[in-house]
C-alpha cells in the first residue's frame, strides 16, 4: 500500500500568501507569518516609500532587518513537493498506477490489469508508454516545423506580392494623373499661346494705327498754330470751314479690340480658380487620421476674421487673418455683431449647408495662455457674458484654463470633456459637416484626430468660425 497522503489543511499552511505557491526560501517576519523571502522583500520595495511596513496578513508592523529564515518550514515544504510529485494512486484500488493500458489511453495499477475491464487489453509500463508518446509528439513537432519553414516564406511572398501590387496601382493612378494634367497644361498653355499671339498682333496694329494719328495731330497742331499768326482778315476767311477742320476727332476708333476677348480671360480664370479647389480638395482627400478622417467633399476655406464681431481687446492683423489679446482697450464703434464681454471674434464666412475644413496656428506666447477655437451659431450672444458651451451654441476645443502643454479641453455640456494629445498641439484643422451636424478637430501636422462634436444642433441657422482668445496667444489663419 502506498504512504497516505498529507492532510489537506497541511497545504494552507506551507503555501505562500502572496504568491499562493509553495514557499520558497521561506522567512518568518516579525509577526510570525511566513512568506517566501523573495515575495516578501519585493512587497517591501514596493510598499515602504508609502510609510511604516505592515505584514500582508495581519497589519502588523514589520521591519525588513528582521526577517528570520525559517529552516524546519523548508524541510516540511520540500517533503511534501516530493510526495505531491512522486507517485499518483489508482483512485479504485489506492495503488500505484505503473501501468498504461494503450487501448484506453489510461493509467492503471496492477490490479486494474487483471480486471476483465482491461484484461483483453495491451498494457505496457509507464516509462515504456511515456517514452513511445514522447517521441511521437517530437515527430509531430519537427513535422510542424517543415510546414511552418515553408509557410512563413510563402506567407512573407504574398504579403510582398500584396504590397508591390498596391505600389503598383499607385504608381499607375499616378501617371495616369501626370498624363491627364501635362495633357491639359499643354491643350491649355496652346489655347492661351494662340490668345497672346492673338493679342500682340492686334496690339502691333494698334500701334501702326496710332502712331500714324500721331503725325496727323502733330502735323494739324503745326497748321492750326500757323493759322492763329495769320492777321485777322486773313484768319477769318473760311473760318467755319477751317474750324470744321479742327474739330477733335475721337481716337477710340484707332484701337482694334478682339471680340470676346474678356469672356474668353474670364474662362480661363473660371478654370484655373476650378484647378485650385479640386487640388484643395485632393488635398483634403489624402489627409489621414487615427480612427476618423476628412472625407470626400470637404472644402477648403480661407477664413477672414470680421472685425465687427472682435472684442475690443483683441487686436486683428491688417490682413484680417491673425488675432490676439491686447491689453489696451481700443474704443471702437458699437454695433449689435460685436462681443462685449467675451474675448471673441468670429469668421466672415457663414454656413447653412455642406462641408467645410480650415486650418489655424497656434502660437503660445506663454505657459498660461488661453483660447478656444470651433464654430459658433449666427445667434450667439454678444452683449453678455456667456459660457464657452455648446448650450450657448458654440461647438469648440481648445484651453480656457490652465492646461499642460498636450492638454486640452472639448467645451461639452454639463462637462468639460478633457483631452490628452501626444505632443504640444501647433496647428489645428477643424472641419465642418452641416448636414450630419458634425464639428471635428484634427493635429493638422500629424493628422490626429482630437474631438469630435457628434449630432451637433444648429437648428437651422448659420453658423460661423469661432475663435476666444486669452492672454499669451496668437491665433493665425
Same mark, same amino acid.
Given at each position: ?71 524546519? +518550514? ?161 484768319? +477769318? ?241
Amino acid at each position: 500500500m502506498a504512504a497516505s497522503s498529507p492532510p489537506a489543511n497541511m497545504d494552507e499552511e506551507v503555501m505562500c500568501p502572496i504568491c499562493m505557491e509553495y514557499l520558497e526560501d521561506p522567512v518568518s517576519v516579525d509577526c510570525g507569518h511566513n512568506f517566501c523571502r523573495g515575495c516578501i522583500t519585493d512587497f517591501c520595495e514596493k510598499w515602504e516609500a508609502c510609510g511604516l511596513l505592515k505584514c500582508p496578513i495581519c497589519r502588523t508592523h514589520i521591519q525588513k532587518e528582521n526577517f528570520r529564515p525559517n529552516w524546519p +518550514l523548508a524541510n516540511v515544504v520540500a517533503k511534501l513537493k516530493f510526495l505531491a510529485v512522486k507517485e499518483k494512486l489508482c483512485e479504485k484500488h489506492q495503488e500505484t498506477l505503473l501501468l498504461f493500458c494503450k487501448a484506453d489511453s489510461q493509467l492503471v495499477c496492477l490490479m486494474c490489469e487483471r480486471s476483465p475491464e482491461h484484461k483483453q487489453h495491451a498494457v505496457v509500463l509507464v516509462e515504456e508508454a511515456a517514452h513511445e508518446y514522447r517521441e511521437q509528439i517530437k515527430a509531430q513537432v519537427k513535422s510542424l516545423e517543415k510546414e511552418k519553414e515553408i509557410l512563413v516564406p510563402q506567407k512573407l511572398a504574398e504579403e510582398i506580392a500584396q504590397i508591390e501590387a498596391e505600389k503598383g496601382k499607385i504608381r499607375s493612378a499616378f501617371e495616369r494623373m501626370r498624363n491627364f494634367l501635362e495633357e491639359k497644361e499643354g491643350f491649355w498653355l496652346d489655347q492661351l499661346g494662340d490668345l497672346e499671339k492673338e493679342i500682340k498682333k492686334k496690339f502691333q496694329d494698334n500701334i501702326t494705327r496710332i502712331s500714324q494719328e500721331i503725325t496727323r495731330i502733330t502735323y494739324l497742331i503745326k497748321d492750326m498754330e500757323e493759322k492763329c499768326q495769320q492777321p485777322a482778315s486773313e484768319f +477769318l476767311q473760311n473760318i467755319k470751314r477751317t474750324m470744321s477742320r479742327y474739330e477733335k476727332k475721337s481716337a477710340e476708333h484707332l484701337v482694334d479690340h478682339i471680340p470676346g476677348l474678356e469672356d474668353r480671360v474670364h474662362i480661363y480664370f473660371q478654370k484655373n480658380s476650378a484647378l485650385e479647389d479640386t487640388m484643395g480638395k485632393f488635398a483634403g482627400s489624402v489627409y489621414k487620421g487615427n480612427s476618423e478622417e476628412l472625407n470626400d467633399g470637404h472644402l477648403t476655406v480661407k477664413v477672414i476674421l470680421d472685425p465687427s464681431t472682435a472684442h475690443p481687446s483683441l487686436l486683428l492683423s491688417d490682413d484680417l487673418r491673425s488675432v490676439r489679446w491686447e491689453d489696451k482697450y481700443q474704443y471702437l464703434p458699437d454695433s449689435p455683431e460685436r462681443f462685449e464681454f467675451m474675448p471673441c471674434v468670429l469668421g466672415c464666412e457663414k454656413f447653412s449647408s455642406g462641408k467645410h475644413w480650415w486650418e489655424v496656428e497656434v502660437e503660445e506666447e506663454e505657459e498660461r495662455a488661453m483660447w478656444a477655437l470651433g464654430v459658433a451659431k449666427e445667434s450667439v450672444a454678444r452683449k453678455k457674458e456667456i459660457r464657452v458651451s455648446v448650450d450657448d451654441g458654440i461647438f469648440a476645443a481648445g484651453k480656457t484654463s490652465v492646461l499642460l502643454p498636450c492638454q486640452l479641453g472639448a467645451f461639452t455640456s454639463p462637462k468639460t470633456t478633457p483631452l490628452i494629445l501626444r505632443h504640444p498641439l501647433k496647428k489645428i484643422r477643424i472641419s465642418l459637416d452641416y448636414e450630419e451636424g458634425q464639428v471635428g478637430f484634427y493635429d493638422a501636422e500629424t493628422n490626429d484626430w482630437i474631438f469630435t462634436f457628434h449630432s451637433a444642433s444648429f437648428s437651422g441657422e448659420r453658423v460661423l468660425p469661432y475663435f476666444w482668445v486669452g492672454r499669451g496667444v496668437k491665433l493665425k489663419c
